[in-house]
């Protein structure tokens, strides 16, 4: 049986899926979803193997080839005096061979953290590691300035780092009005299948598969800032239709999306609660509130976003999601 190019392709990703899932029956799993024979996935094999694409660890076991490149650079040197030196010495050649789509999210997501070590961190070194193999490309960068959460906290006199944190979730937010839109962590994360930021201990991620995350990581010593991002070299996420998702017809940020569960550790009770929720919003157009994974609110913190919030501000659309009977049952009664 003879296949067409696409479907060709289409075989090789999945073989490559299957050996980055570490998958223990893989020619047997190939064969059964495109309904070939196990020797025609292990033609195909063979053909990644001489390719470079992956080694055989045994018999029955392959892995992808992974390339590593270090780089390091400091801002006595000059090297953080524009972000486009960092992308175009030590990234651009790394995706020159990926479709513009691709180019086109990591010029924008790269340069917005390289940025961000520029102009708000202090740091006086920044080191990147880049890793690649045929299916993802992804980047740790790596500085010794203050910490992002910290400088947050500390510039807007938040209470504590998860309410700086919190406050990342919605968007817009920056210590410096006159030079960043405060954007860019928000659609970089967005534009990601992974993004993870290490920094005070405490851990920021999301990827395309769970959503976001926040945690404690009491036993992390590092300083300043570790951004971690990567994205499949195949992706079909244009950067256009991920901004189109926030913003209005006119390309403003106008929409955002926050998931509850990362802002408190248990389900919401309070006002003061549902203040922390509604700090900003009045900046946005309409306000997506996810509570997966709450089990429930208290009628304070509901009555304060759904009716004290909602009637100062009637031209904000709030909107509620995921939410289970216990949360809809509050919800509804703080309406009527």
């Known amino acids: 049986?003879?296949?067409?190019?696409?479907?060709?392709?289409?075989?090789?990703?999945?073989?490559?899926?299957?050996?980055?899932?570490?998958?223990?029956?893989?020619?047997?799993?190939?064969?059964?979803?495109?309904e070939i024979s196990q020797n025609a996935v292990h033609s195909y094999i063979k053909e990644l193997i001489d390719e470079a694409i992956i080694c055989r660890k045994k018999r029955g076991e392959y892995e992808l080839i992974t390339q590593v490149y270090h780089y390091s650079l400091n801002?006595?040197?000059?090297h953080l005096d524009s972000d486009t030196y960092a992308y175009?010495?030590?990234?651009?050649q790394h995706i020159s061979s990926c479709a513009s789509n691709i180019r086109d999210i990591w010029s924008y997501a790269f340069s917005e953290m390289i940025n961000n070590v520029m102009d708000h961190s202090k740091a006086e070194h920044l080191r990147l590691l880049v890793s690649q193999n045929y299916l993802m490309t992804s980047v740790f960068i790596m500085?010794?300035?203050?910490?992002?959460?910290?400088k947050i906290q500390d510039h807007f006199g938040f209470d504590s780092i998860d309410d700086a944190i919190g406050e990342l979730f919605k968007g817009k937010l920056t210590t410096d009005t006159e030079n960043h839109s405060g954007e860019g962590i928000f659609f970089s994360s967005k534009l990601m299948d992974e993004f993870v930021i290490l920094s005070d201990q405490?851990?920021?991620?999301?990827?395309?598969?769970?959503?976001?995350?926040?945690?404690?990581?009491?036993?992390?010593?590092?300083?300043?800032?570790?951004?971690?991002?990567?994205?499949?070299?195949?992706s079909q996420k244009t950067p256009q239709e991920v901004f189109d998702r926030y913003a209005n017809v006119d390309g403003g940020f106008t929409k955002t999306h926050i998931p509850l569960k990362n802002m408190f550790?248990?389900?919401?009770?309070?006002?003061?609660?549902?203040?922390?929720?509604?700090?900003?919003?009045?900046?946005?157009?309409?306000?997506?509130?996810?509570?997966?994974?709450?089990?429930?609110m208290g009628q304070g913190f509901a009555h304060q976003?759904?009716?004290?919030?909602?009637?100062?501000?009637?031209q904000i659309i709030l909107t509620p999601v995921n939410m289970n009977e216990a949360v809809t049952k509050m919800y509804q009664h703080v309406k009527a």
């Open 202 to 234: 405490k851990i920021f991620t999301t990827n395309k598969y769970e959503g976001d995350f926040v945690g404690n990581l009491p036993d992390l010593q590092q300083g300043g800032t570790c951004v971690f991002m990567a994205l499949s070299n195949f």
């Open 88 to 92: 175009d010495a030590c990234f651009k």
């Open 143 to 150: 500085d010794d300035g203050v910490g992002i959460f910290r």
């Open 1 to 34: 049986m003879r296949f067409d190019q696409n479907k060709k392709q289409a075989i090789r990703l999945y073989i490559l899926e299957k050996i980055a899932q570490n998958d223990k029956t893989l020619s047997k799993t190939v064969a059964s979803t495109f």
């Open 265 to 296: 550790d248990t389900s919401p009770v309070s006002r003061s609660q549902a203040k922390r929720v509604c700090n900003r919003l009045d900046r946005f157009e309409e306000v997506v509130l996810d509570f997966e994974g709450l089990e429930w």
């Open 305 to 314: 976003i759904f009716v004290v919030f909602q009637n100062a501000h009637p």
């Open 75 to 78: 801002r006595s040197e000059g």
